[in-house]
């Protein structure tokens, strides 16, 4: 993957420009109300190791998580649910690419069900790949209904 960035010279926007797989990323830059510009920002994590230390909830909140290909047969499925746990708060939607290999994926999208809204936005059904849209549900409204029961 390649960065660059442009500085604006003609028009009023600068935009930072990546390179993936032969495809042509562009970023604008945003201001906050005082004026001062602020760029995304991309982190690689690793599941279950350190999340609260590396992305207090304090000063980290993200807009979007983008997943693709991270639910496979292999031992760390909980890390991953408790990641998406605890780095999703109120306003965070999870773009999530999926494919469907084996019975352990199934498994984890009910389970992904039960703390989270999911929505599915495209299909792939012969290569079985899904995309979805996902967000938390409501910690209070859980927490109220189990307190009523």
């Known amino acids: 993957m ?3 960035f442009h500085p604006s010279a003609i028009s009023p926007e600068t935009w930072e420009g990546y390179i993936f797989s032969d ?4 970023i604008k ?6 004026g001062a510009v602020l760029w995304p920002s991309v982190t690689e994590l690793i599941w279950g190791q350190n999340v609260a230390e590396h992305f207090p909830c304090a ?3 993200f807009d979007y998580i983008l997943a693709a290909d991270v639910v496979y047969a292999h031992p760390y499925l909980n890390e991953l649910m408790d990641t998406f746990d605890y780095l999703c708060q109120d306003g965070t939607q999870i773009l999530w690419a999926m494919r ?10 009910d389970r ?3 703390h ?8 792939l059904p012969s290569l079985s790949i899904k995309l979805y849209r996902a967000w938390r549900k ?3 409204t859980k927490d109220h209904k189990e307190a009523a029961a």
């Open 2 to 4: 390649s960065r660059r």
């Open 23 to 26: 495809l042509e990323i562009r």
């Open 29 to 34: 830059e945003s201001t906050d109300l005082y």
């Open 59 to 61: 000063t980290h909140h």
């Open 100 to 109: 469907f290999r084996l019975d352990p994926e199934n498994s984890f999208v």
């Open 112 to 114: 992904f069900q039960q």
């Open 116 to 123: 989270f809204h999911l929505e599915e936005l495209y299909d």
């Open 138 to 140: 409501n910690k209070r």
